[in-house]
Nanobody, 124 residues
Framework: QVQLVESGGGLVQAGGSLRLSCAAS????????MGWFRQAPGKEREFVSR????????YHADSVKGRFTISKDNAKNTVYLQMNSLKPEDTAVYYC?????????????????WGQGTQVTVSS
């Protein structure tokens, strides 16, 4: 049974930082690219970041480029999202997802497994 468990969310002031973690089990982690998505109230789920199977390639949405960094530790079966210079518009539930495909995609429908999400709230 595949499980993705996010942690690290919380309440932070604008300009602050948070580090999200997503621990995976029940799958061969090194065989999956991993992504982070977010969903704010009343909005659609949107792509944030993606990292390749090996961790050698990363992709970020324009809205977070230069502020967020995704990383992957295949030995620990964990993917991270370091979020710096947070803004109120970053407030959302953040989800990690696993993709068995090799092609870069921002389409959440292409991802195979999902975590339950962790709330990030940025106050102004």
């Amino acid at each position: 049974q595949v499980q993705l468990v996010e942690s690290g969310g919380g309440l932070v002031q604008a300009g602050g930082s948070l580090r999200l973690s997503c621990a995976a089990s029940g799958l061969t982690f090194s065989s999956y690219a991993m992504g982070w998505f977010r969903q704010a109230p009343g909005k659609e789920r949107e792509f944030v970041s993606r990292i390749s199977r090996s961790g050698s390639r990363t992709y970020h949405a324009d809205s977070v480029k230069g502020r967020f960094t995704i990383s992957k530790d295949n030995a620990k079966n964990t993917v991270y999202l370091q979020m710096n210079s947070l803004k109120p518009e970053d407030t959302a539930v953040y989800y990690c997802a696993a993709d068995s495909g090799t092609s870069y995609t921002r389409d959440y429908g292409k991802y195979d497994y999902w975590g339950q999400g962790t709330q990030v709230t940025v106050s102004s």
